[in-house]
């Protein structure tokens, strides 16, 4: 009879220990992944810094006006008429008392006829019951006429003195209104605009010339809304001639206007030429140069700005913990590239330029040692 002899295995393991060994050795890192106590490491972020340092800023901006008279008049005449004669044109210079232009006086002569007869009419009147009146006045006193007499004579010279002085007062006007048929210059000046001819019906006030008065000269600009001077410094503009920028003069802002054209979105700005070179004249084209005052600024790049919500942001590393975090700017302006801060950021910040568009709060970040 035969017995077989069972032999252990070689390793010396059970075999059911050889089938849970493999699983148990699997759990184990397993379990060393679900443990809440070992955190995951966040890489850090490389990205380009500058250390933001304030700087002195001023800008300049220089734009093309045209050379106008401090005053100006609108002439006109003070009645309605045909015109007869035009003695002016645009471009002339004239002087106080100089003929402009005429208008038919045929009408005006009429009335000033008609009222010297009318005041011939009352004086020859008032001449009457002034002989009247004094002849009744001598018959009261010896006795001859009756009272009722008396007074009616001295009624009649008083409506005589009244029918006289209203006779002068229609003369007067009426001599008034033929010399309006002329139009005279009141103040020595350039004619810059006309709007009569020969032949032409004119209106009581309907401006028919343009006076530039001679003196004192502006530079008129029209500025940009976008592009205003802002505060110039001490209101001080340098000023040449476009045609010959030799001829130069200093002037000052005098006058802004405080409404922006609808339809050009300028604003009016007029400064006034300190003793402006004769070659100055009315209507020559101008370049006006004017600088801001001096103000301290924080630039950063373009590329810097980002966003928090609606509002402008920037991303700053902390120096003690290389990590980042976004802060809200107030943006005082723009240039070519760059972007100034107003409100926001403090001399000495680091600012990130550069890789900032992928970065999340409390993110940690490198820059590098050769970077400002």
């Known amino acids: 009879m035969h017995h077989s002899i069972r032999r252990p295995p070689a390793s010396g393991i059970p075999r059911f220990m050889r089938a849970v060994l493999p699983l148990a050795l699997l759990a184990a890192p397993l379990a060393a992944c679900n443990d809440g106590s070992v955190a995951p490491v966040e890489r850090a972020a490389l990205v380009h810094t500058e250390l933001v340092l304030p700087r002195d800023r001023q800008t300049f901006l220089t734009l093309t006006g045209e050379?106008?008279?401090?005053?100006?008049?609108?002439?006109?005449?003070?009645?309605?008429?045909?015109?007869?004669?035009?003695?002016?044109?645009?471009?002339?210079?004239?002087?106080?008392?100089?003929?402009?232009?005429?208008?038919?006086?045929?009408?005006?002569?009429?009335?000033?006829a008609a009222a010297t007869a009318a005041v011939a009419a009352a004086g020859a009147q008032l001449r009457v019951a002034q002989a009247t009146f004094d002849r009744q006045s001598q018959l009261l006193s010896n006795g001859f006429t009756t009272r009722v007499a008396y007074d009616q004579s001295q009624e009649q010279l008083r409506t005589a003195q009244s029918t006289l002085e209203s006779a002068n007062a229609e003369l007067g006007r009426t001599r008034e209104a033929l010399g309006d048929t002329e139009l005279h210059a009141r103040a020595e000046g350039v004619i810059t605009a006309r709007s009569l001819e020969v032949g032409q019906v004119v209106q009581a006030a309907q401006s028919v010339f343009t006076l530039a008065q001679d003196g004192e000269r502006d530079a008129a600009f029209d500025v940009p809304e976008s592009m205003f001077f802002g505060d110039v410094e001490h209101g001080r503009v340098s000023l040449a001639l476009v045609s010959d920028s030799g001829v130069s003069a200093v002037g000052y802002v005098r006058e802004i206007s405080p409404a922006v054209d609808p339809k050009s979105s300028t604003v009016r700005v007029k400064v006034a030429i300190q003793n402006p070179p004769a070659t100055m004249t009315l209507g020559s084209a101008i370049a006006g140069t004017a600088g801001t005052k001096p103000a301290t600024e924080i630039t950063v790049p373009w590329t810097a700005l980002m966003a928090a919500g609606s509002k402008p942001a920037v991303w700053i590393v902390d120096p003690k913990t290389s990590t980042a975090s976004l802060k809200a700017v107030t943006v005082g302006g723009y240039e070519a590239g760059a972007v100034m801060i107003k409100q926001g950021l403090e001399p000495g910040d680091r600012v990130v330029i550069d890789g900032g568009k992928l970065l999340s709060s409390g993110q940690p970040v490198t820059y590098g040692e050769d970077q400002s």
């Open 67 to 112: 050379v106008a008279a401090r005053f100006r008049a609108d002439l006109s005449f003070r009645i309605s008429g045909r015109v007869l004669e035009r003695l002016v044109d645009v471009g002339a210079h004239v002087h106080a008392g100089d003929l402009l232009a005429r208008v038919d006086p045929a009408e005006q002569q009429a009335d000033f």
